[in-house]
């Protein structure tokens, strides 16, 4: 009678949702997939399985290939509302240290709203996030006004931002530092320069790249699915696909406020406690916003969450 297969822990380096690839304690790789009765456990979830993820599985003997049988706790995640009409939410990466959210100023403009729906997520999950600028070669003098004005209302509320051109003298040691022996995620939209960096990092990695749509002016679609690299100097980097829209997910109403670090801070001295800083008598956060304390953008990406009734994709 042949000995059942043995189960073995692995990290998942590679997920294209029905296929993934495990990293293994010994440095292995196996190529694998998930078994059916752990599909059917996250049905509102696109992904049950993440990059990043820790997963027990056994291997087939004869073929080699991994069949994975568990999900171990998540030390943390960060998720996203599928689309637009959607009520799943995808799981973009989990067991991570740090987010590291690739921005630009132009070709293509990262929306500030964009930003802070991906902060809001990162501080729901307990994830630092870091805001990274790119393609500084490219801008005018309003264009750097711009994003000095981004880094400054970054900067006063407590995140830490960085700007460079990865193709013009771009120096990779600050970011070094920052990575280094950590697991890091790199997200942002189509067309920010995210796989570019990774090769600059890590220049065997080789990551297809593409220059932006002329027409549109938006970034294209070279990276489809979500996988973790070893960087040389001690640590991990997940690349994502570009990301167009950003929907928060499971978060009430009264509990938006929580992850605007500016906004909650402020929300102590409101009148009433139930307070959501839109219309409500002696609200403290709206006084703030009229002398200057609350940055406007951010208000507004606070009200855009606050008030849209299934907190829309865009």
Known sequence: MPKPNSLEKG?????????????????????????GKLRMNETRKTNPIAVGDEVLFETDR??????????????????????NLSRHSQV????????????????????VEFIDRFLVSAEAYRIPAIILINKTDLYQPDDLEKMYSLESMYRNIGYRTMH??????????????????????IS?????GKSSLLNTLNPQLRIRTEKISDYHLQGK???????????????????????RGFGVVDMERNEISHFFP???????NCRFGSCLHIDEP??????????????????????????ADDRKYR
């Open 282 to 307: 002696g609200c403290a956060v709206k006084e703030a916003l009229a002398c200057g304390a609350i940055n406007p953008l951010r208000y507004r990406s606070y009200l855009n969450i606050v008030e």
């Open 11 to 35: 990290t998942v380096i590679k997920s294209t949702g029905s296929r993934y690839k495990i990293l293994t304690g010994g440095g292995n790789v196996v190529e694998s997939c998930i078994r």
């Open 62 to 83: 004869k073929t080699g290939a991994g069949i994975i049988t568990a999900l171990l706790d998540r030390r943390n995640y960060i998720l996203r509302k599928s689309s």
């Open 262 to 268: 500016e906004i909650f801070k402020t929300s102590k």
């Open 221 to 243: 679609h070279i990276t489809t699915y979500p996988e973790m690299y070893p960087m040389p100097f001690g640590g991990f980097a997940i690349d994502t696909p570009g990301i």
């Open 164 to 185: 460079f051109s990865i193709t013009a003298g771009f120096d990779p040691q600050p970011l070094v530092e920052l990575m280094k022996n950590k697991v890091s995620l």
């Open 92 to 111: 973009i990466a989990a067991n991570i240290d740090q987010a590291l959210l690739m921005i630009t100023v132009k070709m293509p403009e990262t929306p």
């Open 188 to 192: 942002g939209n189509s067309g920010t």
